[in-house]
């Protein structure tokens, strides 16, 4: 396996008490597979990113317990000059504000070369012809001429292009892409996920994807986890949940996304909001929402319960999956 999270739990200390971001999740990923990562914002899905990555701001957040098993070696356990090797030559990652990761003062061919030269010890010169091709490989239009243009001289689809082509600069066995489609329009989402989809191929890399956008998964993923306060929720190969989401949760997301046989009618929302991780609700954290709920639900912890009768694995925390899964 080429990444392992195992119990992973991270907070946060705040003036107002502790926030538990992350607690207890569990997932992996192989070579050549992708793991989408869904929720809504704040359900725990870039944080645990970030403390995959090591790039977790600390304080104010803490890794309280878990492991990070990469390539079967812990991240936890390294010192951090060993982990900066593995970060950007081992797992990169895309994040969702391109223009904002990237250097505003320095050209992009700049930016892209310098991976090489720090990681590589190449020339400045043959660092520069290595980013036009990393350009040129993510499908830059004139990538010999842009290279000497800066990041706010690009649209935003062409920056999130050069976020993927700095995160393959080494071609990683890993990448981690968080929201890398966000505020770009439809057509420019399936141009850079099609583009995405079509690297991972090529370099048989380990992809996992974070976003809160069923739509953009559903043609690329494998598998999917279903965040929600910190937990994760469902797991299930991504046609599974499609087809049978086996949690309420679950199934609210894929009834808020809009569809064209339901024209003229009131598009579907989960009613209520994400829990305040401060003081996350007793049993379910699901349950002040949701339409199943049952005085167990406000009471037991629901544990991640396997979903047995089904040919392929998966995994549901809630108490009432049968019912749910009937739907």
Same mark, same amino acid.
């Given at each position: ?57 600390? @304080? ?17 356990? $390294?010192? &951090? ?11 990169? $990652? ?19 070369? &310098?991976?090489? &030269? ?14 036009v091709e990393l350009m040129d490989r993510v499908k830059i239009p004139a990538a010999k001429q842009r290279a000497g243009d800066y990041p706010h001289q ?14 393959? /600069? ?34 048989? $890399? ?26 994760i929720v469902e797991a299930a190969p991504v046609h599974d949940i499609y087809e049978a989401p086996a949690h309420p949760y679950t199934r609210g997301l ?30 379910? /954290? ?15 912890? @629901? ?25």
């Amino acid at each position: 396996m080429l990444l392992e999270v195992r119990d992973l739990q991270v907070e946060f200390r705040t003036r107002d008490g502790v926030a538990k971001a992350v607690n207890g999740v569990n997932y992996a990923v192989d070579a050549g597979e992708t793991l989408a990562v869904l929720g809504e914002s704040g359900s725990g899905k870039s944080v645990t990113a970030q403390a995959v990555m090591g790039i977790l701001d600390m @304080p104010p957040g803490r890794i309280t317990g878990g492991e990070i098993l990469f390539q079967g070696k812990d991240l936890l356990r $390294m010192k &951090e000059d060993e982990r900066r090797r593995i970060r950007g030559a081992e797992m990169a $990652m895309i994040f969702q504000d391109a223009l904002s990761a990237l250097n505003p003062v320095l050209s992009v061919g700049a930016q892209l070369g &310098e991976m090489y &030269e720090i990681h590589r010890g190449m020339s400045r010169k043959d660092a520069r012809a290595r980013a036009v091709e990393l350009m040129d490989r993510v499908k830059i239009p004139a990538a010999k001429q842009r290279a000497g243009d800066y990041p706010h001289q690009f649209s935003g689809g062409m920056r999130q292009r050069i976020m993927i082509a700095m995160a393959l /600069a080494l071609e990683p066995s890993l990448i981690i892409a968080d929201e890398p489609t966000t505020a770009l329009d439809v057509t420019v989402q399936a141009q850079v996920m099609d583009l995405l989809a079509e690297l991972q191929r090529e370099l048989n $890399m380990g992809l996992i994807l974070i976003t809160h956008d069923l739509g953009v998964v559903a043609d690329v993923a494998d598998r999917i986890a279903v965040m929600y306060a910190g937990r994760i929720v469902e797991a299930a190969p991504v046609h599974d949940i499609y087809e049978a989401p086996a949690h309420p949760y679950t199934r609210g997301l894929l009834d808020s996304i809009p569809r064209l046989d339901r024209k003229g009618q009131e598009l579907y929302a989960i009613k209520g909001l994400p829990p305040n991780l401060l003081a996350i609700p007793p049993g379910c /954290a699901f349950n002040p929402r949701c339409p199943m709920a049952q005085p167990v639900c406000r009471s037991d912890e @629901p544990p991640l319960y396997p979903v047995t009768g089904v040919p392929v694995p998966r995994a549901s925390a809630c108490h009432f999956w049968k019912e749910c899964l009937g739907g």
